[in-house]
């Protein structure tokens, strides 16, 4: 559960913050971090709406669901971007799309 640690020290969280964000007891979040017992769905269901991130994501990095989606040529941030896309309406979806093409066209731009 290193993703975990790492996300927890990036948000200057505790175990015990993370716990009451994802309505989780905190002796269930200590047990997982140190890696007593495997994070099942509910406990990652918990930590995915505390961390306010898709539970897919979570789900993969706790190793529950394969790590990539078939086109996405291993690169876990496609496969972040499509999680996180699953969520949005077709305007926000589209919106995100309007935002990618402009970092494309600025960086295939010519000389």
Known sequence: MDWLKSELKKRGWSSRELAGRAGLSSGSIAHVLRGERGAGFDVCSGIARALELPPEE???LAGLLP???AGTEADPTIQAVLDRLKYLTPEE???ALNLVD???RRKHKGP
Request: glycine content about 0%.
């Open 93 to 95: 979806r589209q919106e």
């Open 58 to 60: 979570i789900y993969r």
């Open 102 to 104: 402009v970092v494309y």
């Open 67 to 69: 790590r990539l989606e």
